[in-house]
């Protein structure tokens, strides 16, 4: 399962990069500041999952871009970035949700299985106990009641769940006609939404205590959709699927489904992040690769590195997460010169060029 762009694509739209460096510089633009957040080691890479309510706390993963030496973060100011370790026996974690007490959710291997994990300052890492019966667990977000959605897996399939402030573990079902369905995302509500299979095809959904899990429909020539992020009014996004193309849409109770369109008029993007105010991002194809975006009513999609400033080499490829200050999360490259001797500047055990974390800090008024 991936909720967004694939490593490997980004790294195959993506120009050969240098190095990562910790605590990378900062700068400034007419519209964001950036900070390059950098990596647990020298020339690994970082792939930023979300952050708190004001971009304090950033999660995600780092390390090779493949294999056993990808290590689940937090990364603060001052202290930088903190590997997270990993559940007993495992040797790989990633990071996929914080709250804004500083309360981290993602998944470990350990010796048998796979396992989701919540993790805190004060008790370090805990394993999230999948359904009586299954084997694994994953978990992709928590909110800040401290409530935490994922899903469950084993002999008979995998099931969306939430897991209470006590870590309980509940079963979501699955829409009418369905045998599969994931949680992504939970708002201080209680809401989740994520994607099941139904008797229609695989949809999104969105669940409530009162209501249960409700399909919220298909952009009209599409096949298949799913539902990752839901914010506090309720506006929920995500992409739909015909064949190799991929739609984002914007999705409330009082307009149904709409289409976000793409960049260039590509046939790929996904729409990856959603603030209160309604404010979009994700990544979309473009003629040049892989391209960051910002989405708002007002102006429509915009490439985000038209809005961070020409004069360093940073190529902004997917934007995952934009928190109510305005700030985003994104995943990129800083490009080197190309006269360099490339192969030095490769990940060592992939060949493949090192992905960065970048914090995007609004300096000027964006509508």
Known sequence: MRTDFSISKLIAMLVVAIPCVLGGPAWAGDSYSVVELGALRQGGSSVGRHMDGTGGQVVGSSGLIHGSAMRAFVWSRPTGMRDLGTLPGGDYSEAFGVNDAGTVVGDSNTRETMRGFVWNAREGIRELSPLPGDSSSRAFAINNSGQIVGYSSGKHGIRAVVWSTKLEVRSLGTLPGGNYSEAYAINNAGRVVGMSTSSSGTRPFLWTSRDGMVDLGILTGSES???????????????????????????????????????????????????????????????????????????????????????????????????????????????????????????????????????????????
Request: glycine share 10%.
């Open 225 to 367: 959709c799913k539902a990752v992020r839901i914010n506090n009014a309720g506006q929920v996004v995500g992409s739909c699927t015909l064949g190799s193309a991929s739609r984002p849409f914007l999705w409330s109770k009082e307009i149904g489904m709409q289409s976000v369109g793409s960049l260039g008029g590509k046939e790929y993007a996904d729409a990856l992040g959603i603030n209160d105010s309604g404010q979009v991002v994700g990544a979309s194809e473009t003629s040049l690769g892989a391209r960051a975006f910002l989405w708002t009513k007002a102006n429509g999609m915009q490439d985000l590195n038209s809005l961070i400033p020409p004069t360093h080499d940073v190529l902004l490829a997917q934007a995952l997460h934009i928190n109510n200050n305005g700030q985003i999360l994104a995943v990129g490259s800083v490009h080197q010169d190309l006269t360099r001797d490339r192969e030095s500047h490769l990940d060592d055990e992939t060949h493949a060029a090192p992905l960065h974390v970048f914090l995007l800090t609004p300096v000027g008024s964006l509508h």
